[in-house]
Antibody
Framework: QVQLVQSGAEVKKPGSSVKVSCKASGGTFSSYAITWVRQAPGQGPEWMGGIIPIFGTTEYAQKFQGRVIMTADRSTSTVYMQLSSLRYEDTAMYYC??????????????WGQGTLVTVSS | DIQMTQSPSSLSASVGDRVTITCRASQSISSHLNWYQQKPGKAPNLLIYAASSLQSGVPSRFSGSGSGSDFTLTISSLQPEDFATYYCQQSYNTPLNFGGGTKVEIK
């Protein structure tokens, strides 16, 4: 049974960057797509993008193009999501989730616990 | 982008009731539709994938149907632990948009 453990909560100033990690344990890492979803307070989930570690390929939602970078470290089974030029409206819970295979276009059965990112001056 | 529209946005039901939630895609997505349950403070939990396949470990009272652009999630007999918010998500192409959610509350 795979477990996804995310890094802890962050408080950031507007204009700065945040880097959230997602470490997988208990299963093969690089052969599965990882996606990032965020959820602002009281809102529904919003898909940000995904990465396939074994190929090193990424796909980002147009909304975040130019501000988000997703990377993977296969040696530590960890995926990272960096979001730059933070705005107040980026305040949200950020989740990573793992697909059951290496295709991003699928449902996601395994989720991290979430990382709260607060943007505040 | 494919837009996902859920209805209703909320509903009140009693334990034992049959509950139906609808999701409509702005274009045909074949059977590339997933359903999630989310409880406060928790990550979404995958219930149904590929429109009608029950995720391992999910109770059989949950079922999904539909194809093309119209989909349904049915809870055959609502249980106390089912009071939550439900989201559909299309996985036909990126961005993997979610519906606006349906909050199931206790009557």
């Amino acid at each position: 049974q795979v477990q996804l453990v995310q890094s802890g909560a962050e408080v950031k100033k507007p204009g700065s960057s945040v880097k959230v990690s997602c470490k997988a344990s208990g299963g093969t890492f690089s052969s599965y797509a990882i996606t990032w979803v965020r959820q602002a307070p009281g809102q529904g989930p919003e898909w940000m993008g995904g990465i396939i570690p074994i190929f090193g390929t990424t796909e980002y939602a147009q909304k975040f193009q130019g501000r988000v970078i997703m990377t993977a470290d296969r040696s530590t089974s960890t995926v990272y999501m960096q979001l730059s030029s933070l705005r107040y409206e980026d305040t949200a819970m950020y989740y990573c989730a793992r697909a059951p295979h290496y295709d991003i276009l699928t449902g996601y059965p395994d989720w991290g616990q979430g990382t709260l990112v607060t943007v505040s001056s | 982008d494919i837009q996902m529209t859920q209805s209703p946005s909320s509903l009140s039901a009693s334990v034992g009731d049959r509950v139906t939630i609808t999701c409509r895609a702005s274009q045909s997505i074949s059977s590339h539709l997933n359903w999630y349950q989310q409880k406060p403070g928790k990550a979404p939990n995958l219930l149904i994938y590929a429109a009608s396949s029950l995720q391992s470990g999910v109770p059989s009272r949950f079922s999904g149907s539909g194809s093309g652009s119209d989909f349904t999630l049915t809870i055959s007999s609502l249980q106390p632990e089912d009071f939550a918010t439900y989201y559909c998500q299309q996985s036909y192409n990126t961005p993997l948009n979610f519906g606006g959610g349906t909050k199931v509350e206790i009557k």
